[in-house]
C-alpha cells in the first residue's frame, strides 16, 4: 500500500515508504502498513508483527507437530497444509 505524501511543500505521490537520515548515521525505513491484516491469532506465538495501525503485537498461535506416514508437518492452529 502506498500513501500521498506531503514534505516541505511538495507532494509525492504512490510513496510506499520513507527512509530518514539518524544523527548517528545510517537511516530509519517507516512503511505503510494500513494494508496488513494479520490477527495475533494468525502468527506464531514468540514471533512479532504489526498490525494495520502499526501497533508491535505478538502473535499468539500454536504450533503443533504431527507425523503421518514419516513425513513431519508443522500445522498452525488447524491451517490445511499441502502435501
Known amino acids: 500500500m502506498a500513501q500521498n505524501i506531503e514534505l516541505l511543500g511538495a507532494t509525492y505521490n504512490d510513496v510506499p515508504a520513507v527512509d530518514l537520515p539518524k544523527s548517528g548515521g ?42 503421518v506416514s514419516g513425513t513431519v508437518l508443522t500445522l498452525t492452529n488447524g491451517f490445511p497444509v499441502s502435501v
Do not use: E, H, W
Not at 33 to 51: I, L, Q
Not at 62 to 67: E, F, G, I, N, V
Open 26 to 67: 545510517g537511516t530509519a525505513r517507516f512503511m505503510d502498513v494500513t494494508d496488513t491484516t494479520a490477527a495475533a491469532s494468525n502468527v506464531a506465538s514468540g514471533y512479532y508483527f504489526y498490525t494495520s495501525s502499526g501497533v508491535k503485537t505478538q502473535g499468539s498461535a500454536s504450533l503443533a507437530t504431527a507425523t
